[in-house]
Every structure is written in structure tokens, then in C-alpha cells.
């Protein structure tokens, strides 16, 4: 039965292999034209953005060119000599990272007790989170307004931050709520067993655990903070202007200055795709969760 | 999962309670205020109960801009969620290519809602934009500030530039869950490529499909800096969505009566409709057996 | 239905494998007689499962052909090649209902609908699924979700055979034991190549006619459940098949007698001009405590299983088991192990050495 088989010395053939690979490599391609096209989809405005901050102004209104002719920097420089300019990014950067702590600072103990405790209304409240998620900034803009401006805080970062935790802190709790959900709760009664108490159980044990949790979750509360403008707009006017409103506010007051306009957004794309590079492969699972 | 009863954890949840009844149930309190209210400046204010309310439902401005609203919110829906299908299913599965695929994928979705805006009202330009241009040198009469049907060509396909990588990135967190076992039953099945999509694929990804279409119902039933930026509203009202319209009236004509009135409404309607989608939805899985 | 040829047969993951420690499939030759069960037993990572997917056509091997009968199906797409597989974790299809995931097979081959009616109520019957025909699959239980996918396996009568991947490991104990029952009798009915990958010897042996045991991706033999436990041809064989496995204590063979250490272990046959490691093997039932003859053994404990008793011992640091019957006394004065002569079998270098001759030699 484990006798020798005759036909073993037809052996292998390198033709059958050749087609195999071509057919596979065929598949591929296939693949690879709806995506190259896709990925061209995305790309080429943004391209355009690019192309357009380094031209001159003149350039830009006089002729038309898939590249810049007469490369410049001028744009660039403009926007990194002047304060008004640059300090959009900075007072940006700020309300940003304040929004991301807050949010995660107050979603990470609501996220433990919707994860491992029932509650008295603990379903409707939950709920009731969400729904601020679904909250139409407009509506909001107004009594931001006054509201902030009541309590002594308009035009400042932090008027933003909270503002911004309107829909970041219940997207927090929703993602952390999801990734503690898969931690078994033995780890936390083996820890009140071993003495732990739970502030120390929480910072030392459990944060670690969700470490990957904390991460996609700042990553999407530093995204909708980062790219909202009504807000942001609505309740600043000097001190704490982002650099979304200082671009929209050029444009209506100086005309048109195509070029700096846009080297301006291309400067907003630059910490968006540098954020995306560092949380490229926790990016996934938290989509995986479905909890954006 | 069994959960441990206990009422302490409120303690847990009431930094959030604090910080959003701040942010978000003082100034619901203030827009309910106004909305029952008339103001003729000077900070005198006398109720008028549900006057606004009335005004606003019946107001034939405000009923355009629903109903465009709808329009918009349809139309970006039926385009986005199959086209995210297509492309999730295209991705290449592993290895640095779907690196790639991912980073470029989520440029759009990271880039301030303006900057977007901007990016599209330069690229559909007929004199400085690569689109513009190009549509006009090919005999097209594009122009999207003058052309009301042009101006929603732009901002739905600016949508559809700016969102469906979040469609197609849920989707393909989808596909990877599925375990390669189906793809070989399905080969030994000799089932075709529709049907691997069909009775495999499309189950399988049904969960986070419902919540990209929950997310882009909302997230495009409030837009309103993009298209703002873009068409400013116009040309005349024909690109006013809900949002472009309240801002209009709470912020540039102060009608704080009506506009709350009006805020009131738009709020329900989007808790309404999400409310149905997702009961509706989880009620067809249930009917076909817990999982 | 076909005979399956293995020819040359190997298989590495690497591109390039240079030595034979990179392929996770040694090469092989081996016919598989058409209609019988065979059952892929090994350790995990023995390479069985690779061996399984070659043969099912979702893994294309580096080198050497596949026949079924004599078509040579090496390029041949799964499809292509009209088999039929039963995987580790129930693959159904969620939407459709247990009828319609039945009858899937056969409606994509473009089957004619009576013949696809017929088939699915036959099948139905034979996994004792009549009553739950119309509901949809996504809601049954794991256990009721394996046998759907066995009975796709099966719905088709022309395949050219049934390939199972450990299809038993998320059922239930006591399921186990009856699909295990209901598969053999199909097998008997219908007579279909079933090839059945697993790391349990009781599975395996229950089920198979024919044991194909792996290790480090070699075959090392392929056999009746009695040839795996009367004369296993490898070392492994020995200590894989069996509880508690094979005796095997190093010694050296000269003609018709082995010698451990200082003791004679008397054989059956004579064994001329061994080299190697030569070690001797003896299953323990075929070991028995004595009080005069034999290997002196220190008894370390005694298991009462049920059946019958485990008796660990040792002789000069190696252990050896024997069984003995459940009633037997066990005294203190048995110090001694002997061995049923025609039981016990010569290895070189881990391999089995069949006698030259047969008899004791004077």
C-alpha cells in the first residue's frame, strides 16, 4: 500500500506552474485598477492642493499647468511669518489635545461601569450619550455661543474643548466601552483579591489592557476635533482662533489669495496623515468594532 | 456577558453626566427656551408657546430645505455605501499594500471639513481647477457657482470623495473577520463569485454595513461647512441644506425664536429616523434566530 | 470516485526551501485504494492538514502530481476536481435555510431540481434534520450547524471523494460519538473515498479503515488499526497509538535474542546485521509481571483504569508500562517484567527492522 508510484518520474512541470502564476497575477491586476483608480480618486484634489501652494499667484490666475513652473515657497513662508497665520495651528493643536484628555480622562471610568456593571438606567443613558453624537453642530452654535460667553470663556481653548466633548466624549465611551468589554472580569476580581485597590487596579492593570482601546479612541476624538470648523469657529475670535476659521476669514477679507490659501490646507493635511502613519494598525480594529 | 448589579457605578459615569449636561443639556435647555418664546430685543422676552413650532412646520423655506436635505442624504447613501463594497472588496488583504491602502484611505477623512471644502471649490474652478478646467476643455458647460444642478453634482461628488473611505474601511474590517474556511467551502461548493458575495461576504459584513449607513444617515443629515464652503448655500437656495439654513437664521438674522423652533425639529427628525433605521434593523436579525 | 495517487509529493511554504528541514511536507508516494476511509492522525503541525489541503486542491504542492484515478489533478482548481470538504468549524451559510444550504452544491452544478429534491429530503433524513428543513441556518446550534455542513459534504453521489478537517472538535462529547456513527455508516452505504484529518487516535481508529500516521510531515505509516498496534513501523506509531504507548527500551540484537543491559529479552524471528540505534519495542498488554524471569523492574504505581490496571515501573531509568488485568494481584515479590516473544518489535534508528527469518534459532 505505500508502494512507489510509477508516474512520479513525470515530475513537476515548470509550464503549468508559469500559468498558475499568470492567472493569480491576472486577478491581481483586476484588483489593482479598481484601486489604483479609487486611490487617483482621492488623490488627484489633494494633488491639486499641493500643485496650487506652490505656485504664485500670478502663475495660478495666469496659466494653467499640471505642474508648478516657477516653484515657490513664498506661500509657505508667508504662513510661517505670520503670527496670525501660525497661531491658528497652534491655538488648533491645542483645543485639540485639551478636547482628546478631557474626553478621554472622564470616558475611561463611565466606560468600566457600562462594561461591567448593570445599573439603574444604565441602557437609557447610554443611549442618551449617543444621541448627543447625533446632534447637529448648528443646532448647538448659538447657545454655545451665549452660554460661553455668559461663563467668561469665549475665545478661549478651553470653550472649544468642551464644546468639542459634545460629540467626542459619548464616541469615547462608545469605543472604550467595546474593547473592555473583551477583557475577561476575572483579571479584575483576581485583582481586589490580590488587594488592589481600584484606582490602583484601573491605572496600574487594567489601563494596559485597553492600552490599544485608548489609542484608536484618541485617534478619533483628535480627528472630529480636528476637522470641525463650526464650533471651533463660532466661539472664538482672536485668542483661541483655529486655523480652519483664520483660512475662511482670509479668504473673505484679502480676496483671493489662491496660494496661500492653499498651502494652508495643505499644512492642516500634514498632522492628520502624520497621525494616520502612527495609528495605521490600530486603525483597523477599531473599525473592526464598527464604533466610530 | 452577565453583569454585576451595583448603583455605585454612577459614581463611575458622573464626570461625564457633569460634563455633558454642561455641553450639551444647558444649551437644549436654552434652545427649548427660546422656542416658546418671541424677543424683541433688549433682552424682553414673552411666551408664545408653540407659535414657532407651527411657523417652522409650516414654513415653506424650511420644508425646501428638508426635503433637499433628504434629497442629498439618499442620493450620497446609495452612491457611498456601494461603492465603499467595491473598493473594501478590492483591497488587498495584507502586507504593505493594504498599509498603503489604509493611510491613503483615511487622508480624506482626517482633513478639516473647510480645507475640504476648499479643495473642491478650487478643483471644480472652470479657471484655476483641474476639474473645472478639464470639463470645460472637453465642451462640457460646467459651472457649479451659476448651475444649480452642477452645484449638487460637486458637493455630492465632494461627499462622495470625502466619506466613502469610511464606508469602504468598515467594510473591510468586515471582510477580515471572515474566516478563510467559507472562501474554500464556497470553492468546492463551485459557487460563483456573485454568490460568494451574496450568501457569504454580504452577511458576514451586515453588522458594521448597518452601522456605516447609521453613521453616514447622521453624519450627512448635518453637514454644513463643506458644502457652505463650496457653493455658499447657492446658487440661490438650491444647495441650502437644513443646517446651511439654520445657521442662516440663528446666527445671520438672529431669529433665535424660530431658529430654536426649527433646531428642535431637525434634532428630532435625526433621532427619529436613526431610531427607526436601527430597530428596523435589528429586528430583521432577530428574525432570522439569535446569533 | 477515484483511487488517489500521491507521486513525489512534497511541499514547502517557502519560496525557495533549501534543505529538507523547510519543507513542511516530506516527499512521499503513496496510492489510496478507492472507496476506502482513511483517517490523517498526527500530532498539530505534522503536516497534516497541508496534506489534506493539497490533496482537496486549495494548496498547490511545490513538487510531484496528484491522480485521482488517472487524471493528473495537480493544476486542477478545487472546483475542478469534485470533492467534497467538512472543515474544523461549521461553514454554513448564515441567510439561507438548512434546505437551501443542502441543496447549494448541487443547484451551482446546474443539477436538475427533482433529482436536487430528492437528494436534500435523503439527506436530511440521514442527519436527522427533517423538522427544522425550512429555518434559517444562522440560529442553530454549532452541533446542528456541523451536520449541515456534513451532509453538503455528502449531498453530492459522483465526488470523487469526502475529505473532513477535524470536523468534530466544536461538538459535544456525546454528538461526537453519534456522528462519528452516522459517518461510518454512510461510508458503508455509499462507499465514498472519505479521508479524515485528526490529532485523536480514538477518532481516528474508530472510524478508519486505513490509519494514515504523521509526523514532522512524513508518513511513517499507513495501516489497519491492527497493524498500527501488532507491528507499528515506526518508533512514533509506537508511542502515538496506544494508552499508554509502546515500551521501548535501546538494546542490542544478535540473531534470534536482544540484550538490555545485562538481560536476555528472547525474540521470535532472528535479526542478522543490524545498525543503528537498535531499540526494542513491546506494547504493555503484551507485558506481564513475574516473580523469576525477565527484566528486573521497580514498581513505581499501580492506575486502576476499570478495564484493567497500569502498572508504571522501572528498569534502570526506563520507565516501563504493563497492563494487567483488572483482577490481578499485583505482589510485592514481582520484581521481574517478561515480554510475549512474537510481540516484540526490532527498531534501528527508529525504524521498524522486519525478522530475516522467522523462528528461534536453536
Redesign the interface.
Known amino acids: 500500500m505505500t508502494n512507489v508510484d510509477a508516474r512520479a518520474d513525470s515530475g513537476t512541470s515548470t509550464g503549468t506552474r508559469t500559468r498558475t502564476a499568470a492567472r493569480s497575477g491576472f486577478r491581481i491586476n483586476s484588483k489593482a485598477v479598481v484601486m489604483t483608480l479609487y486611490l487617483a480618486f482621492l488623490l488627484i484634489p489633494i494633488y491639486w492642493l499641493v500643485n496650487m501652494s506652490l505656485k504664485t499667484n500670478n502663475e495660478i490666475l495666469s496659466t494653467f499647468s499640471l505642474w508648478p513652473r516657477n516653484l515657490t515657497f513664498q506661500n509657505y513662508m508667508t504662513i510661517f511669518t505670520d503670527p496670525s497665520w501660525y497661531w491658528g495651528y497652534i491655538n488648533s493643536i491645542i483645543y485639540v489635545t485639551m478636547n482628546t484628555v478631557i474626553s478621554i480622562v472622564v470616558a475611561l471610568p463611565a466606560a468600566y461601569a457600562f462594561s461591567r456593571y448593570t445599573f439603574l438606567g444604565d441602557k437609557h443613558l447610554f443611549f442618551w450619550l449617543l444621541t448627543n453624537r447625533m446632534a447637529p453642530p448648528a443646532v448647538f452654535a448659538l447657545p454655545f455661543f451665549q452660554l460661553y460667553s455668559s461663563v467668561g470663556l469665549f475665545d478661549t481653548h478651553i470653550a472649544v474643548a468642551l464644546a468639542h466633548t459634545l460629540f467626542n466624549v459619548p464616541l469615547a465611551v462608545w469605543i472604550l466601552e467595546g474593547f473592555m468589554r473583551g477583557v475577561p472580569k476575572e483579571i479584575d476580581e483576581t485583582a481586589y483579591i490580590d488587594g488592589y485597590s481600584f484606582g490602583r487596579f484601573f491605572v496600574k492593570i487594567f489601563m494596559p489592557l485597553v492600552a490599544s482601546g485608548i489609542g484608536v479612541t484618541a485617534f478619533f476624538c483628535f480627528m472630529f476635533s480636528w476637522v470641525e470648523l463650526l464650533l471651533s469657529r463660532t466661539l472664538t475670535s482672536v485668542d483661541a482662533k483655529p486655523i480652519a476659521a483664520t483660512m475662511t476669514r482670509t479668504v473673505s477679507a484679502s480676496g483671493l489669495d489662491w496660494g496661500v490659501l492653499a498651502a494652508a490646507g495643505v499644512l492642516t493635511i500634514i498632522p492628520g496623515a502624520l497621525v494616520i502613519y502612527f495609528v495605521r494598525n490600530y486603525i483597523a480594529k477599531g473599525f473592526a468594532l464598527g464604533r466610530v | ?1 452577565d ?8 459614581l ?2 458622573l ?3 457633569v ?2 449636561a ?3 443639556v ?3 435647555m ?2 427649548v427656551n427660546y422656542s416658546v418664546q418671541d424677543s424683541f430685543g433688549n433682552n424682553q422676552f414673552f411666551w408664545v408657546g408653540l407659535e414657532w413650532f407651527k411657523e417652522t412646520l409650516a414654513s415653506e423655506r424650511i420644508r425646501d430645505a428638508l426635503g433637499r436635505q433628504f434629497m442629498f442624504t439618499l442620493i450620497i447613501l446609495a452612491i457611498e455605501v456601494p461603492l465603499g463594497i ?2 473594501a472588496l ?3 488583504k495584507k502586507g504593505f499594500w493594504a ?1 498603503v ?15 475640504v471644502g ?3 471649490q ?2 471644480g474652478r472652470v ?5 473645472g ?1 478639464t470639463l470645460d476643455a472637453l465642451g462640457f458647460d460646467y459651472n457649479y457657482t451659476q448651475d444649480a444642478l452642477d452645484a449638487w453634482i460637486t458637493i455630492i461628488v465632494m461627499d462622495v ?1 470625502h466619506w466613502t ?2 464606508v469602504a ?2 467594510a ?3 471582510l ?2 471572515i ?1 478563510e ?2 472562501y ?2 464556497a ?6 463569485r456573485w ?1 460568494v458575495f451574496r ?2 461576504e454580504l ?2 459584513m451586515s ?2 454595513l448597518t ?1 456605516a449607513i447609521l ?1 453616514r444617515f ?1 453624519d450627512s ?2 453637514i ?2 463643506e458644502p457652505f ?1 463650496v457653493t455658499g448655500g447657492g446658487p440661490g437656495n438650491s444647495t441650502t441644506l ?3 439654513d ?2 442662516k437664521m ?2 445671520g438674522q438672529f431669529d ?1 425664536g424660530p ?1 430654536a423652533a426649527f ?2 425639529i ?2 428630532l427628525i ?2 427619529l429616523v ?1 431610531w427607526v433605521f436601527f430597530t428596523v434593523m435589528t429586528n430583521l436579525d432577530k428574525e ?4 | 470516485m477515484a483511487q488517489i495517487t500521491l507521486a513525489n509529493l512534497a511541499h514547502s511554504y517557502l519560496p525557495n526551501p533549501s534543505g529538507e528541514a523547510d519543507f513542511a511536507l516530506k516527499e512521499m508516494n503513496h496510492v489510496w485504494t478507492d472507496g476506502e476511509a482513511y483517517a490523517l492522525l498526527g500530532s498539530s503541525g505534522c503536516g497534516k492538514t497541508t496534506l489534506l489541503n493539497i490533496i482537496s486542491g486549495l494548496l498547490r504542492p511545490s513538487q510531484g502530481r496528484v491522480f485521482f484515478g488517472d487524471t493528473d489533478v495537480t493544476d486542477m482548481t478545487t472546483a475542478d476536481r469534485n470533492i467534497a470538504q467538512v472543515f474544523q468549524f461549521p461553514v454554513v451559510y448564515d441567510t439561507m435555510t438548512v434546505r437551501e444550504n443542502l441543496a447549494f452544491p448541487l443547484k451551482n452544478r446546474g443539477a436538475p431540481k427533482d433529482y436536487v429534491q430528492q437528494r436534500v429530503a435523503e439527506i436530511c433524513r440521514m442527519i436527522d434534520m427533517e423538522d427544522q428543513l425550512d429555518r434559517k441556518a444562522r440560529g442553530l446550534t454549532a452541533d446542528a450547524k456541523q451536520k449541515i455542513s456534513l451532509g453538503r459534504g455528502m449531498v453530492r453521489e459522483d465526488v470523487n471523494a469526502i475529505l473532513f478537517d477535524e470536523p468534530l472538535t466544536v461538538i459535544d462529547p456525546h454528538m461526537k460519538w453519534e456522528l462519528r456513527t452516522q459517518l461510518k455508516e454512510l461510508h458503508q452505504r455509499f462507499g465514498h473515498t472519505m479521508i479524515y484529518v485528526t490529532h485523536d487516535q480514538t477518532e481516528a481508529l474508530t472510524f478508519a479503515d486505513k490509519v494514515v500516521v504523521m509526523s514532522e510531515g512524513r508518513v511513517v505509516q499507513i495501516g489497519t488499526p491492527e497493524e498500527l498496534f501488532e507491528t507499528p513501523e515506526h518508533t512514533f506509531v509506537g508511542y502515538f497509538i496506544g494508552s499508554p504507548g509502546m515500551n521501548v527500551l535501546d538494546a542490542t540484537v544478535e540473531g534470534g535474542s536482544a540484550r538490555v543491559g545485562a538481560h536476555e529479552v528472547p525474540l521470535a524471528g532472528r535479526y542478522d546485521g543490524l545498525t543503528g540505534h537498535v531499540q526494542i519495542g513491546i506494547r504493555p498488554e503484551f507485558a506481564h509481571l513475574s516473580e523469576s524471569e525477565g527484566l528486573p523492574v521497580t514498581i513505581k504505581r499501580v492506575e486502576d483504569v476499570g478495564r484493567h490496571k497500569i502498572v508504571r515501573a522501572d528498569h534502570e531509568g526506563t520507565e516501563i508500562n504493563i497492563i494487567a488485568a483488572e483482577g490481578a494481584e499485583i505482589g510485592a515479590d514481582q520484581r521481574r517484567v517478561v515480554f510475549d516473544p512474537d510481540r516484540v518489535n526490532v527498531y534501528a534508528d527508529a525504524w521498524r527492522v522486519p525478522p530475516t527469518s522467522m523462528g528461534r534459532a536453536a
Not at chain 2, 453583569?3 to 454612577?10: H, I, M, P, S
Not at chain 2, 491602502?101 to 480645507?115: E, G, H, K, T
Open positions: 456577558m453583569k454585576r448589579v451595583n448603583q455605585k457605578a454612577w463611575l459615569v464626570p461625564v453626566l460634563l455633558v454642561f455641553s450639551a444647558i444649551p437644549l436654552t434652545v467595491l473598493v478590492n483591497m488587498p498599509s491602502c489604509l493611510v491613503l484611505m483615511a487622508l480624506p477623512l482626517l482633513i478639516p471639513w473647510n480645507v476648499t479643495i473642491w478650487i478643483f479657471d484655476i481647477g483641474l476639474l478646467y470623495w473611505s469610511l474601511l468598515l473591510y474590517a468586515g477580515q473577520s474566516p474556511a467559507y474554500q467551502a470553492k468546492i461548493d463551485q459557487a460563483s454568490k450568501f457569504i452577511p458576514k453588522g458594521v452601522i453613521l447622521m443629515f448635518k454644513y461647512t464652503v437644513l443646517s446651511i439654520l445657521v440663528a446666527l433665535l431658529a433646531s428642535i431637525y434634532f435625526i433621532l436613526s432570522e434566530g439569535p446569533k
